[in-house]
């Protein structure tokens, strides 16, 4: 237990000390938060423009469909801040051989990467996501009795854990590639771009492969179905929509021991 | 000696520019696959998200299916063109002070710049254009999804401005890029600005949605805004969105936008070198 806490408290001095040399350019960090939260909208307003000229989506109306956006743009910037060791694990550490020196220093590998960088300008597009996401909270007018708002924290965490999850799955692919692997890129952008509407207007083997074999499914499109409290039309029960948000963690877990897998069949490319 | 070679003699230099980076860039085929694999999937997502909007629109829509699939498939083709990156090298000479050197070449220094992102435009275009058209005309029919595939273009006469609208599109790309260029000698770190640029340039140019499913209200603020030379215009001309009727004057739209942000990136640079320190190391 001691252990734990030790490392955690190491963790949020990376963290901090990451967040201090940021701060040394402050007009830097303003810009590109500035930047970012614009060019992470982007999506926002092609959403709405196409609400705007049809009137809604299926039986989707717009605030739905935001509520979906903000919460996996939201869950996204969150990881993309926090993950950014792994998320260039390939080119920064793997081809330049810098992995050999986390291995020898008596720490764990994931523990210094998860503190290697926290990229502060991702603020930009968290504030974005939870702007449109509390626009969605404010028009949906949804009953918010408790588990409502434990679910919606959940669904979120999950959310996190999940793209998490995929950076790890490409940092540890990176030790067989020695890139960082570009193909990734489907799952973790193109899957924020697909969680963005509901999984019910894709085409059945494109939501069963995003429901069973990646499950982004269960991290934002069930969860916010038992949170509107309707039926879902692609008729999933209410108890396996709540229970969606573990198939997150599951994910992580699953990602982290593949991770191991991968450190210990690792050769340096000795550069 | 005739007029014609000299001005050849004269443009030899930026011909060996362009070719040379082409031949460089080309080098990146692994990325480049890697790419086109992410640019599919995103082409499918846009068909499904578009094709679902359309299914439940109540009032008659602007596009039909096939002028969507059009926009969406040339969009995935022609990604590398958008003017919303910078070469990084040149970004590396301003940031580096090895612009000096730059400035002690023999040449038209907007004239060298413009050759290299020319080629740093073209280049990763052409190795993306011709996999994604192929597999988006021949390969999505064969994995069964011959409902979502690039229809050929509406006309003969379409497909022969398109040719002709895209060499314009080309040019007026890399005339942005060349503002962009340029702004890095203000703000040597230029990341806010070219961030801006990442929303700005998909939006306007049809990337992010086609423009013509833009509210009405919107529409004239699109038509008269460059960036639809760079995406919308061409796509509307292959699918027949815009009449070959209307084809001349689009081209000549975007002949003047490109005039107009030449002169423009020209003019600052100009303003630039006035101000240039170089700072010495």
Do not use: G, S, V
């Given at each position: 237990m001691a252990e734990v806490a030790d490392a955690f408290t190491l963790y949020l001095r990376m963290i901090a000390q990451s967040v201090r040399a940021q701060l040394q350019y402050r007009v830097s960090f303003l810009l590109m938060a500035f930047g970012t939260f614009v060019a992470s909208g982007v999506e926002a307003i092609g959403i709405w423009a196409l609400f705007e000229r049809f009137g809604q989506l299926g039986e989707w109306r717009l605030a739905q469909v935001a509520f979906l956006y903000g919460l996996v743009n939201a869950a996204f910037a969150t990881c993309e801040a926090l993950g950014r060791g792994f998320d260039v694990f390939g080119r920064e550490f793997v081809r330049t051989g810098a992995f050999d020196r986390l291995l020898l220093r008596p720490r764990s590998t994931v523990l210094q990467l998860a503190g290697h960088e926290l990229q502060l300008h991702r603020i930009g597009r968290l504030l974005q996501g939870l702007l449109v996401l509390g626009w969605a909270i404010w028009v949906l007018d949804i009953d918010w009795q408790a588990w409502r708002v434990a679910l919606l924290i959940a669904a979120f965490l999950s959310a996190v854990a999940f793209f998490y999850a995929l950076f790890m799955i490409q940092a540890t692919l990176a030790f067989w590639t020695t890139e960082s692997l570009e193909l990734m890129n489907t799952l973790t952008y193109g899957g924020t771009e697909t969680a963005?509407?509901?999984?019910?207007?894709?085409r059945p083997w494109f939501r069963r492969f995003f429901t069973y074999v990646v499950p982004l499914g269960c991290i934002s499109y069930l969860p916010a179905i038992a949170i509107f409290g309707i039926d879902d039309p692609l008729g999933t029960g209410r108890a396996f929509q709540i229970a969606a948000p573990l198939a997150g963690f599951v994910f992580l877990a699953l990602a982290f021991g593949f991770w191991r897998f991968g450190v210990r069949r690792y050769t340096s490319t000795g550069s | 000696m005739s007029v014609h070679s000299r001005s050849g003699q004269r443009l030899r230099p930026y011909r060996a520019i362009v070719a040379a980076r082409v031949r460089m860039l080309l080098q990146y085929r692994a990325a480049a696959l890697a790419g086109f694999a992410t640019q599919v999937f995103w082409g499918l997502i846009k068909v499904m998200v578009l094709l679902a909007f359309l299914e439940s629109a109540t009032a008659p829509a602007p596009m039909n299916v096939s002028q969507i699939l059009v926009y969406v498939w040339l969009g995935q083709a022609l990604l590398q063109l958008l003017p919303w990156n910078v070469d990084a090298e040149i970004a590396g000479h301003i940031r580096s002070g090895g612009v000096a050197y730059e400035l002690l070449r023999p040449l038209d220094l907007y004239a060298f710049w413009f050759a290299r992102t020319l080629a740093f435009r073209a280049a990763p275009t052409f190795l993306r254009m011709v996999p994604m058209v192929l597999f988006a005309f021949f390969g999505l029919p064969l994995i069964g999804l011959a409902e979502w595939a690039l229809p050929p273009p509406a006309s003969l006469a379409g497909g022969a401005l398109f040719l002709v609208s895209l060499v314009f599109t080309l040019l007026l790309s890399t005339a942005i890029t060349m503002v962009l260029h340029v702004s890095l000698l203000w703000t040597v770190s230029g990341e806010g600005f070219n961030r801006l640029m990442l929303g700005v340039v998909p939006v306007f140019s049809g990337l992010v949605i086609p423009l013509p499913l833009f509210p009405e209200w919107l529409q004239p603020v699109l038509f008269w805004q460059p960036f639809r030379g760079i995406a919308d215009v061409p796509f509307r001309l292959y699918s027949g969105h815009i009449t070959p009727g209307d084809g001349l004057v689009e081209l000549a739209m975007q002949a003047g936008w490109t005039a107009l942000i030449g002169v423009l990136g020209v003019w600052l640079l100009g303003v630039a070198r006035r101000r240039l320190v170089v700072q010495g190391g």
């Open positions: 963005q509407y509901p999984l019910a207007i894709y | -």
